[in-house]
């Protein structure tokens, strides 16, 4: 009896212990500030009631929270998502982007919610009530178009989605031809990316595994893959993307051709992706480049320039850091 009586006084010594460690960590409780909302968005009302529901938590200076965000320690990480939330983008500072800044914004938020990435699942477990449905990707998704083709139209750029259809006729082919053929304009001595990865030139030859459409910039966009990457598509092998996987992405100019069609214009610059989890530990596992222009000047100026890199692909970690998933290959 008396052993049971000391065990019993050394569960609830226990349990007292972890209450009033509990109660002192709420002295540490992270608090968010409220500044005001000096150019918020302005939006049609079905638009702004699915972004104050699902967003405006980590991304407006109107952050609403329950009474479970507001305890030590979820309060630490709520002020810390909240904080590089509105880093990212803050709708209550909407008018302070410039309109290529819009543009790529809503481009984003229409993908990051269509990749699951948005809102965080993590976010998403404790507020259930923020997930976006499909019809209401779709709303976010015609707004997007609409309001990008607005933008465009007031900075004196033209919208060639809004100008008519969006087919890609054989220019395409003819720039993929010379992306494989090298073109005669293409520098013969190419300088390595200033993290040391070399020019992978022939990549044109890969197999085109996909193509990608920026309604917000204007581009046409092209992905190839090599040997090592066909496979792993082949064989359903890409989560995670085997070592040695390259994917280059092919960026040229949209404009608008004979019979209202959409054509691939001036080169823009090729990036590429390598897989190698040990070598490129630090980088989340792939190595990152990207040359520019014609001359194809390497980008960035010095080795961190991997970071715009890895923050732009972060969203999509689930996934492996890729955005575009490959269509399917026949072996």
């Known amino acids: 009896m008396a052993g049971y009586i000391k065990k019993q006084k050394k569960i609830w010594t226990t349990l007292l212990i972890l209450l009033m460690g509990f109660g002192l960590l709420q002295f540490t409780t992270s608090q968010n500030t409220h500044p005001p909302s000096d150019e918020p968005l302005q939006a049609p009302t079905e638009v702004m009631n699915i972004l104050r529901r699902s967003c405006y938590d980590c991304h407006s200076n109107q952050t609403k929270l329950v009474w479970y965000d507001r305890l030590a320690p979820a309060s630490w990480l709520v002020s810390k998502d909240v904080k590089k939330g509105r880093k990212v983008l803050n709708f209550s500072e909407w008018g302070k982007l410039s309109d290529k800044q819009k543009s790529g914004a809503l481009f984003n ?30 709303i976010l998704k015609q707004y997007a178009v609409c ?109 608008e051709g004979q019979n209202d069609l959409i054509v691939a214009g001036d080169f823009i610059h090729a990036e590429f992706m390598i897989k190698n989890k040990v070598k490129y530990a630090t980088t989340d596992g792939w190595g990152w480049a990207r040359w520019v222009g014609k001359e194809l000047k390497p980008f960035g100026k010095t080795p961190a320039f991997t970071a715009t890199c890895t923050n732009c692909h972060s969203p999509v970690k689930a996934l492996d850091y890729v955005y575009t998933m490959p269509l399917k290959l026949k072996k």
């Open 109 to 138: 938020i229409v993908n990051f919610i269509m990749l699951g990435s948005m809102p965080l699942p993590n976010y998403l477990r404790l507020h259930p009530k923020a997930k976006v449905s499909m019809a209401e990707l779709n």
């Open 147 to 255: 309001e990008t083709a607005r933008i465009q139209e007031t900075s004196g750029q033209k919208n060639l989605q809004a100008a008519g259809s969006t087919t890609i006729n054989g220019q395409l082919n003819e720039a993929l031809l010379q992306a494989a053929t090298g073109g005669d304009e293409l520098p013969k001595t190419v300088l390595p990316a200033v993290n040391g990865i070399e020019y992978p030139r022939g990549y044109g030859n890969w197999r085109l595994i996909s193509t990608t459409d920026r309604f917000d910039n204007n581009t046409i966009r092209a992905i190839f893959g090599n040997d090592v990457a066909v496979k792993a598509i082949q064989d359903n092998n890409i989560q995670p993307w085997p070592d040695g996987a390259i994917l280059a992405k092919v960026l040229w100019k949209r404009v």
